[in-house]
């Protein structure tokens, strides 16, 4: 008979769930399409990283369909009692199967393991027994990755070649945790250290002209050239034309600035000067009349050219360039250096790395490590069967459905901690690498959304998240605005608001809407009005300054006589206005007081749904489409499903600040601002009754 799947509503779909073993055990033929994931990334989850990697199998980042089937599967299979992967946290050594070839190896590595520990006399594993791999795989120990450490070698001359690899920087991580090398790399330093041995060997046959000091005399030939031929050439001008001699020597000018200061062969405002005095004959000398700041380079330099120019005291442009062609081949085998690592290696050192016998050694224990990989690979099977007892059931209820999500009883993986911002804590935190990129896809989500910078003191580390506000109202949140975010792990970081994706966030704030776009309204049309007519007051006064004696000269004029009619008429315009306001406002009090009793309530709530009806009905429509999809999209996530996020959950996702139960509460206030704005309107209501009484003959009336 086929599997009976049960299923319980939440987020607006079906969800399998998988209480019972038969569930796992027949997890394989569940529909795709009833999954609420079809894949995820294995980056930014608050979820234990070692058994992600063993769950992406292909090492593409991602974790899928069949991956998720293939661990289960696994797990089961080497499992006698499946049903400890449901719950508990450690791995009895009993439940395991040894009833077949895996299961048999797994128990010894799991028995070898627990000696290794010094717990030789427990029967469970837990996942902190496997924290530190070197536990597991000492450093001192062939652990089968056929990766060798110095604390493997067994000879000094096998630590060295170790240690000179690594200098090289060049290395590769033991199962240990330690830097060690494998195969591919000490062969990518053999042929590194054999081409840059076979160079150094062929020193000997470019460097007859000095010797040992050949490397010396390039160098000073290198440092020497371009001031010789300087020198050179001004002598060469001097043939050309005499006049030219004295201008190419130094000037009198620059001995004259030299004089006032404190000199020594290294004077850095001298260094200009030729290396020795310019003439036609074109002769330099090496020892006596040089530059001081050349001279003790030349006089080396003789020294060392003694095979090419014997005993010279001075030289001509002939014997310089003898001396450079004399060095080619050094200057040749110098420029074919090869360009590696190794060469920062003492070359005794490079020899002693590269003898056969080292090398043989290196090799023969990279195979004997290699040799226990099947092994090793037992003992990380362990490690990933006690990682599946522990973690399977979590990515399961993540993925097959979203049961930690809608249960609230655990944050879900992709929930990476707790913003508290404007008077409320929000639990919906996702990590985002780029907030713009998150945001065009996230904004289909329908979530008022909120991308934050988030920042530690003493800490370079920076990280951006997108809280979800489902709660509460937009009114004091803004792009600038601070708060305080603590991560999966408890630390605080300080988070500031980059960017708001707007969202309706809940009815209650959709009613109030209408009222306070009204009063925006109305008060940024009184504060432009006040700063026009402030800005009209102070251009008048300026004006009446200037004019001062106009003005004064126009007070002396006869005042224009006070005209009656004119000020009857204004005040008859004003009546009738106050009039028409009183007859207006008079016709909605006598029909609503001609209501009867039970109608009044109901006539202030239609008034009130015509103004905030449009909005609450907009807002609804939108928080009842709001769903988690789009955010987890953005994130690398493929959802199966719109996971939505209904108006009762979001309450539950965004808390806003509560008294605590029992609290007493005064309501006076000695610093609330004081509102006559009700006094006002009364007076304005009356003012109104008034000019529609006095438009009606009322006052006529009653006074005759």
Not at 15 to 37: F, G
Not at 538 to 558: H, I, L, N
Not at 571 to 586: D, E, K, M, P, V
Request: one cysteine or more; hydrophobic letters at 45%; glycine letters at 6%.
């Amino acid at each position: 008979m086929a599997h009976q799947w049960r299923f319980f509503r939440s987020g607006g779909f079906d969800q399998v769930r998988l209480d019972k073993i038969e569930d796992w055990q027949h997890l394989h033929e569940l529909d795709p399409k009833l999954w609420a994931a079809l894949s995820c990334p294995v980056k930014g989850l608050e979820f234990d990283e070692r058994t992600l990697s063993y769950l992406d199998s292909d090492a593409d980042g991602k974790v899928r369909i069949d991956e998720v089937r293939s661990a289960v599967r696994w797990a089961l299979s080497v499992l006698k009692h499946p049903a400890v992967l449901l719950s508990g946290d450690e791995l009895p050594l009993s439940a395991i199967d040894d009833g077949t070839e895996q299961g048999r190896k797994l128990l010894a590595s799991a028995q070898r393991m627990l000696t290794n520990l010094g717990k030789a006399e427990a029967s469970a594993l837990t996942v902190a027994d496997t924290a530190d791999m070197a536990s597991i795989f000492p450093p001192d120990q062939l652990n089968g990755d056929g990766v060798i450490t110095a604390a493997l070698s067994s000879s000094e001359p096998l630590t060295q070649l170790i240690t000179a690899i690594h200098s090289c920087g060049w290395q590769v991580q033991d199962r240990s945790g330690m830097a060690g090398i494998d195969q591919p790399l000490l062969d990518q330093f053999v042929a590194a250290g054999q081409a840059y041995r076979g160079w150094l060997d062929a020193a000997d046959a470019v460097s007859a002209v000095a010797g040992e000091q050949t490397a010396e005399l390039y160098q000073l030939v290198q440092a020497l050239d371009a001031k010789v031929a300087d020198f050179f050439t001004r002598c060469q001008l001097a043939a050309y034309d005499a006049n030219a001699t004295e201008p190419l020597n130094a000037a009198l000018a620059d001995y004259a600035a030299l004089s006032r200061q404190l000199l020594n062969a290294d004077s850095a405002d001298a260094s200009h000067l030729p290396l020795a005095r310019i003439s036609a004959e074109a002769l330099l000398p090496l020892t006596a009349g040089v530059h001081p700041h050349w001279a003790d380079k030349l006089a080396r330099l003789a020294a060392l050219a003694k095979p090419v120019w014997k005993t010279a005291k001075e030289i001509n442009a002939s014997k310089w360039q003898q001396l450079k062609d004399t060095l080619k081949p050094y200057a040749d085998w110098k420029a074919a250096e090869p360009q590696s690592p190794v060469a920062s290696l003492d070359a005794l050192v490079l020899r002693a790395c590269l003898e056969e016998t080292v090398l043989a050694e290196a090799t023969a224990l990279i195979a004997q490590d290699l040799a226990r990989q099947s092994e090793a690979e037992s003992v990380l099977e362990v490690d990933k069967l006690i990682r599946y007892q522990r973690y399977l059931r979590d990515l399961l209820h993540n993925f097959v459905n979203l049961q930690s999500f809608y249960s609230l009883k655990q944050p879900a993986i992709f929930q990476n901690g707790r913003l508290y911002i404007d008077g409320r804590s929000c639990d919906l935190c996702i990590e985002v690498h780029d907030a713009g990129k998150h945001a065009k896809v996230a904004g289909l989500s329908g979530a008022y959304l909120l991308y934050m910078d988030c920042s530690r003191k003493g800490s370079a580390e920076k990280k951006s998240i997108v809280a979800a506000m489902t709660a509460g109202d937009a009114g004091n949140l803004m792009v600038g605005r601070n708060g305080v975010y603590y991560d999966a792990k408890g630390q605080d970081w300080d988070a500031t608001v980059s960017r708001i994706v707007e969202n309706p966030i809940s009815i209650r704030e959709a009613f109030f809407t209408p009222y306070r776009r009204i009063g925006r309204m109305i008060s940024d049309q009184i504060q432009k009005f006040a700063a026009s007519k402030d800005k009209e007051i102070e251009t008048k006064s300026a004006a009446g300054v200037g004019d001062a004696a106009k003005v004064a000269e126009t007070a002396a004029k006869p005042a224009a006589p006070f005209d009656v009619a004119k000020f009857a008429g204004i005040f008859a315009a004003i009546g009738l206005a106050l009039g028409a306001l009183g007859t207006a406002l008079a016709t909605v009090f006598s029909s609503f007081l001609g209501l009867s009793w039970w109608q009044m309530p109901l006539a202030l709530a239609g008034i009130a749904l015509m103004i905030s009806g449009p909005a609450m009905l907009l807002a609804w429509f939108k928080l009842r489409e709001r769903n988690l999809a789009p955010l987890l999209d953005a994130n690398g996530w493929a959802l199966n499903t719109n996971a939505k996020l209904s108006i009762p959950f979001g309450t539950r996702l965004t808390a806003l600040a509560q008294l605590p139960a029992g609290s007493s509460r005064s309501m006076a206030d000695p610093y609330e601002n004081k509102s006559h704005i009700g006094l006002y309107l009364t007076l304005l209501v009356l003012a109104c009754l008034a000019g529609w009484a006095w438009q009606a003959g009322l006052f006529a009336r009653w006074l005759g």
